[in-house]
Antibody, heavy 121, light 110 residues
Framework: QVQLQQWGAGLLKPSETLSLTCAVY????????WGWIRQLPGKGLEWIGE???????LYNPSLRSRVIVSVDAAKNHLSLTLTSVTAADTAMYYC???????????????WGQGTLVSVSS | SVLTQPPSVSGAPGQRVTITCTGT?????????VHWYQQLPGTAPKLLIY???NRASGVPDRFSGSKSDTSASLAITGLQPEDEADYYC???????????FGGGTKLTVL
């Protein structure tokens, strides 16, 4: 059974860097791909970006200049880095995974539990 | 959102409801599938339908999906109280070169 467990700082000040990690259990980074999605308070889902087992990364153009999605295959960890955060980045952040060869759009069949990140001075 | 969903739908237990997802030629065009997710209150989204019409593992056959041209639909038959949730469609936007989600539809079981 595939499980994702995520963690990271939940309270940031404006201009700081958001860093989240997602531990992957039950699925190898080979032949799969991985993404981050966020949900602003009371709003819908927003795709942040994803990384394929080949190392190819795709990012939401609205966040591309500030975001990095990476994997540490040795640790089976997925990471999200978002720089220069503002209050507009306050959201629940989810990691998620899709199995098989990358096909767009990714059908994320397993999600992490979510990490609430608040940005406030 | 570039994928348009009705903000809300409702139905009585046992009834059938349909949630639509309308895109454009760059979002739900030929060659790009749509997926559907269910989000129960306070929980992470759960994959319901992938590849337009395939039910994810463990999803009852009361849920079905379809796609035609630049629109897609999620149908739920035999509505049950536990179906009350938010539902999101997802596809690919060629203009953005990335995934996009619909704005979400809140299903209320009367």
């Amino acid at each position: 059974q595939v499980q994702l467990q995520q963690w990271g700082a939940g309270l940031l000040k404006p201009s700081e860097t958001l860093s989240l990690t997602c531990a992957v259990y039950g699925r190898s980074f080979d032949n799969s791909y991985w993404g981050w999605i966020r949900q602003l308070p009371g709003k819908g889902l927003e795709w942040i970006g994803e990384i394929h087992h080949t190392g190819v990364t795709l990012y939401n153009p609205s966040l591309r200049s500030r975001v990095i999605v990476s994997v540490d295959a040795a640790k089976n960890h997925l990471s999200l880095t978002l720089t220069s955060v503002t209050a507009a980045d306050t959201a629940m952040y989810y990691c998620a995974t899709a199995k098989g060869a990358p096909v767009e759009p990714a059908s994320f069949d397993t999600w992490g539990q979510g990490t609430l990140v608040s940005v406030s001075s | 959102s570039v994928l348009t969903q009705p903000p809300s739908v409702s139905g009585a237990p046992g009834q059938r409801v349909t949630i639509t997802c309308t895109g454009t030629s760059s979002t739900l065009g030929p060659g790009y599938d749509v997926h559907w997710y269910q989000q129960l209150p306070g929980t992470a989204p759960k994959l319901l339908i992938y590849g337009n019409a395939n039910r994810a593992s463990g999803v009852p056959d009361r849920f079905s999906g379809s796609k035609s041209d630049t629109s897609a639909s999620l149908a739920i038959t035999g509505l049950q109280p536990e179906d009350e949730a938010d539902y999101y469609c997802q596809s690919y936007d060629t203009a953005l070169s990335g995934s996009v989600f619909g704005g979400g539809t809140k299903l209320t079981v009367l």
